[in-house]
């Protein structure tokens, strides 16, 4: 012997041998994972499946090496052939898919039965598959939840990777003699006793919203939500598995979904997902976990999605839950959760039609509704009609006066104000839910009526509300397309009045730097086109915006230059304008009888320049114009002309 397990293959599938290699990692404690075998329930008890072939695949999370403090770390020690051989002993083959081969074992020191998962040796020649396992597992390992299953241990020798995990036995019926019992899942429950009651089936998608609202907090999103990867234990409570699609949201984590890779199962995986898979969000298994509910309420693949095969209460939560936009879709599971809630109904333990018991609001004794007053306070126990305002007994289900149901009262009044609580945390689609709980309140006069009103008002508002907010988004892409900033800052300002997911929060940071530059960039076009005078009053604006980067200071200089040299240039044009008209008035004023002194002494220098043999000839011909002696000769013996 050479230290391997060697277990017989009766279906001759080729399988590497489980133990046949040097390491194994143990975990030190119990952590979730995935992919047991939930859709691949067949293999040993092919008689359950007899139409359906085996061609899923069976995919698998593993937890990665953490080193945390106290009862959170996962504790790892290396464990060779002989001591998994020692440990487990392999009962049967009890899977067999496209990706991997399930037994099922006995822990041979606890007493426990196991699944013991592997890859097959087609997808141990490609190492991309062996990479996902255990990268993808390992995430999925890091969750601790009663509806997601467990991994024992995981590690890989020389037939490959190979995970110990928990196995979960189906409900026990009169005709099954087997122990342990095969698995079950979700997709068997419904094939075989048909769609779920609305009750059972809300009761069982509120506890995978529970698994996968706290899988989504520690940054794992599911992708593969569908009937086969949710099995039902002994007790009909639910275990999420397969976690082989897994997307690990961790900048710490090497994505080996690929950009443009598509991952779905037909009518349960998310539209986005068959565009390209590492673009998902926790959206995705939102669609899911829809699809889940539609199934069990209708025994359809939500593929073929039809509204009113739904109850009326739960419509509009599952069509928003499989919208193809996921942006009209619920933003988390804790808010389909939520709507899921308010829509599960109450059951008879819950509401009786009368009541039996009251509450003092004085002293919070609850007394029996035989005795009119508190046994501790002494307070009558009445209470005022919501339509009349009559006084009535706790417990008097109609008032004696307007005959109001008071019970309908009370729920209206708790709906209205649950309506407006969502609508003060921008919880839109909320409010719409709840006007479904009153869709049968029936008011019995003027108050009952006021408050129909203000249920619709604010219903109304919620829905205005929500077209708005899927406006902005609409008009803020199409405002960062024009460039148009400052409309972009006032949407994002608006829409976060509107919404609490802060949508645009990567978005405003870079506002400033963007219309930076694009006030530069409208600044140089309006250089180059020579529009001095708008560029002037635009690098104002600039610098009253507080803009100092230096491509916009050389423009700046550029501006104030050139206006610099058109004012010298204007004060040059006034000053030669000015000695013009000086020089040229010369020979009008002497033609007018002002020669004398006086006039040679004010026009001297224009007699100075009739000297020069540039200007002679031209002044010459200026001063015949008006008939005068160019020379401008004076008067006789000095005396002046006037």
């Not at 309420?297 to 999605?305: A, S, V």
């Not at 308010?342 to 009368?354: F, G, I, K, L, Y």
């Not at 013009?580 to 100075?608: D, E, N, T």
């Given at each position: ?186 997709a068997d429950r419904v094939h075989r006793q048909g ?175 035989l005795i009119r007053f508190c046994g501790k306070c ?265």
């Amino acid at each position: 012997m050479d230290g391997s397990i060697v277990f017989a293959d009766p279906a001759g599938s080729g399988q590497p041998p489980i133990g046949a290699g040097d390491r194994v990692d143990r975990l030190g404690r119990e952590i979730v994972s995935t992919a047991m075998m939930g859709n691949r329930t067949m293999g040993k008890h092919p008689e359950q499946h007899p139409e359906r072939e085996l061609t899923h695949t069976v995919r698998m999370s593993i937890p990665p090496k953490v080193e945390a403090d106290g009862g959170n770390s996962t504790v790892y020690r290396r464990m060779d052939a002989a001591a998994l051989e020692s440990q487990y002993q392999l009962i049967d083959k009890i899977g067999d898919g496209g990706m991997g081969v399930v037994y099922l074992a006995r822990d041979r020191r606890l007493g426990r039965v196991v699944a013991i998962k592997r890859l097959n040796a087609q997808c141990l020649a490609d190492p991309h598959l062996k990479d996902r396992l255990f990268q993808e597992a390992r995430a999925a390992a890091s969750l601790n939840h009663i509806y997601i299953v467990h991994i024992y241990a995981l590690g890989e020798d020389a037939g490959g990777p190979f995970i110990v995990m928990e196995y979960i036995a189906g409900p026990r019926t009169d005709t099954e003699e087997r122990t342990p019992t095969p698995p079950f899942s979700l997709a068997d429950r419904v094939h075989r006793q048909g769609p779920m009651a609305l009750d059972q089936a809300l009761e069982l998608i509120v506890k995978l919203c529970r698994a996968m609202e706290y899988a989504h907090s520690c940054g794992i999103v599911h992708r593969d939500l569908k009937p086969t990867n949710v099995l039902l234990d002994e007790s009909g409570e639910p275990k999420i598995v397969d976690f082989g699609l897994a997307q690990v949201r961790s900048s710490n984590d090497i994505r080996l979904t690929q950009p443009g890779e598509k991952m779905l199962s037909l009518g349960y995986g998310a539209p986005e997902q068959e565009a390209d898979a590492s673009l998902v969000d926790e959206r995705a298994d939102v669609y899911g976990i829809g699809a889940l509910l539609y199934f069990c309420i209708t025994g359809k693949n939500p593929r073929y999605f039809r509204p009113n095969d739904l109850p009326e209460v739960l419509r509009m939560t599952v069509v928003k839950a499989l919208e193809i936009d996921r942006d009209q879709r619920w933003a988390d599971v804790k808010a389909l959760h939520a709507a899921l809630m308010m829509a599960q109904t109450p059951n008879e333990s819950t509401v009786s039609t009368a009541k039996v018991t009251w509450r003092c609001k004085w002293c919070d004794t609850v007394n029996p509704t035989l005795i009119r007053f508190c046994g501790k306070c002494g307070w009558d126990g009445g209470e005022f009609c919501s339509e009349c305002g009559s006084e009535s007994r706790f417990g008097t289900p109609y008032c004696g006066v307007c005959g109001a149901d008071a019970k309908a009262y009370e729920t209206a009044l708790r709906v209205l104000e649950r309506m407006r609580q969502n609508l003060d945390r921008k919880e839109f689609a909320l409010v719409g839910q709840e006007v479904l709980q009153i869709a049968s309140f029936r008011p019995q006069g003027v108050n009952g009526r006021r408050l129909v009103e203000q249920v619709r008002e604010l219903a109304e508002q919620a829905n205005t509300a929500m077209r708005r907010r899927s406006a902005l988004r609409t008009e803020i892409e199409r405002e960062l397309q024009a460039k148009h900033y400052e409309q972009v800052r006032l949407h994002i300002d608006e829409y976060d009045t509107l919404a609490f997911d802060r949508a645009f929060d990567d978005i405003r940071p870079t506002l400033n730097r963007l219309q930076v530059a694009r006030d530069v960039e409208l600044l140089s076009s309006a250089l180059v086109g020579n529009h001095w005078h708008y560029a002037r009053r635009l690098a104002a604006e600039m610098v009253v915006a507080g803009i100092d980067t230096a491509e916009f200071m050389a423009l700046q200089r550029r501006i104030r230059g050139y206006f610099r040299r058109r004012l010298i240039k204007r004060w040059v044009a006034g000053v030669i304008v000015i000695c013009s008209l000086y020089i040229l008035s010369a020979a009008p004023l002497f033609r007018l009888g002002l020669a004398g002194k006086r006039f040679h002494q004010v026009m001297a220098p224009v007699l100075w320049l009739r000297e020069t043999p540039l200007l002679r000839q031209a002044l010459d011909a200026y001063a015949r114009l008006f008939g005068i002696n160019p020379a401008f000769e004076p008067p006789p013996n000095g005396q002046d002309s006037r």
